[in-house]
Nanobody, 128 residues
């Protein structure tokens, strides 16, 4: 059973930055597409940024383009979400998720229904 563990959430002021980390131990990370998702109270879970197995292609939600970046360290089995210029509307529980990629180099999908394995989530709160 694949296990994903998020960390790095917290409280930050609007305009600030946070880096979330997702540990994915015990697997060959290149075989997996990894995504960051978020869910705000009363809203559906949505894709934020997703990265393919080889780490050279990403898919981003329009709302975070230019502010958030995703990176992957296959050697350390870690995936990161760097969040800059945070806004109050970014407040949510953030999850990382994984799915096996048959072809690691293709453009990653970034909708929750495509992902099989999920972490427990980490809260990000942005105050005004």
């Amino acid at each position: 059973q694949l296990r994903l563990v998020e960390s790095g959430g917290g409280l930050v002021q609007s305009g600030g930055s946070l880096r979330l980390s997702c540990a994915v131990p015990g697997v060959t990370l290149e075989d997996y597409q990894i995504g960051w998702f978020r869910q705000a109270p009363g809203k559906e879970r949505e894709g934020v940024l997703c990265i393919n197995g080889s780490g050279d292609k990403t898919t981003s939600a329009d709302s975070v383009k230019g502010r958030f970046t995703i990176s992957k360290d296959n050697a350390k089995n870690m995936v990161y979400l760097q969040m800059n210029d945070l806004k109050t509307e970014d407040t949510a529980v953030y999850y990382c998720a994984a799915v096996v990629m048959v072809r690691p180099t293709v453009q990653p999908m970034c909708a929750p229904l495509h992902y099989d394995y999920w972490g427990q989530g980490t809260q990000v709160t942005v105050s005004s």
